[in-house]
């Protein structure tokens, strides 16, 4: 695995412009065409939504376009969710995850063998709906609103380009990372603006070659560092023909760029 890491600015330093490249694995994901009656599975406010910026409207373009996404109220991915420690040591298990474009949120139920657990990060906050807060002896790493802010950003990348509250600068240059040539985008977080509320600085990454964002770089804060969410083999799902990646994985990495180890990949069935 080989690493590159490239200044973008101060406030998220040096680590969101860069990745160490590398491997990754993952597979297969579905989308969710029975209607169901949830409060976060909401459509866009198409006034709300305003003039689509050229780049943005790119990324969207290739992601299977504005009229689709507007009709992805809800996706639902079925996963078997493989859990890395850094000792080489691993832990399979089942989970489900529910992603609300629209609602900037996503929903994680699974069961262990002490019982069912559902999680949920809603517009930045994470919380225990139901049962474990913690897997059991198990620790991935980084923290859990972290990482499922991270796969929420790279799945729902294209309505995420369309956030209020925060600003998104594009890189006038790209850069190499692993072979492939990517523009990088920051996102910058306006703490005062009420819809940002919770959300972190992050960095997404547009590939040139498929004009899609297939990485998202995620300040964590603290010694936690960065993670890195990659997605991989992207196809049309369900109805509306969105892109989502069939395959993800997450790591984690110091505030150097440096990948510790892989936290989680997500084969989904």
Not at 186 to 200: E, H, I, M, T, Y
Request: contains cysteine.
């Amino acid at each position: 695995m080989s690493s590159q890491v490239v200044q973008m600015s101060n406030r998220l330093s040096s680590v969101i412009w860069g990745f160490v490249a590398g491997a990754f694995v993952l597979a297969g994901c579905v989308m969710e065409t029975t209607p169901q009656v949830d409060p976060l599975a909401i459509g866009p406010d198409v006034e709300a939504i305003g003039v689509v910026s050229e780049e943005s409207g790119r990324v969207i373009a290739a992601s299977g376009g504005l009229d689709a996404w507007s009709k992805a109220k809800k996706v639902a991915l079925e996963c078997v969710a493989t859990f890395y420690q850094e000792d080489g040591t691993f832990y399979l298990t089942e989970q489900r995850y529910e992603f609300f474009p629209w609602s900037s949120s996503v929903r994680i139920s699974g069961r262990e063998p002490s019982g069912e657990y559902t999680w949920q990060l809603q517009q930045g906050r994470f919380g225990v709906l139901q049962g474990l807060s913690e897997y059991e002896g198990l620790g991935v790493g980084a923290d859990k609103g972290c990482v499922a802010e991270g796969i929420l950003s790279l799945v729902t990348a294209p309505v995420r380009l369309l956030d209020k509250g925060v600003e998104f600068r594009w890189s006038n240059e790209t850069v190499n990372l692993g072979g492939q040539w990517y523009k990088p985008i920051k996102r910058v977080v306006n703490a005062d603006a009420p819809d940002s509320a919770g959300l972190r600085d992050a960095g997404f990454y547009q590939s040139r070659s498929t004009e899609r964002v297939d990485m998202v770089l995620l300040a964590c804060g603290g010694s936690r560092g960065v993670l890195i969410v990659r997605g991989y083999d992207y196809r049309l799902l369900g109805r509306g023909e969105i892109m989502i990646p069939s395959k993800i994985e997450v790591f984690n990495a110091d505030t150097t760029g440096r990948v510790r180890h892989r936290i989680i990949q997500l084969d989904v069935k």
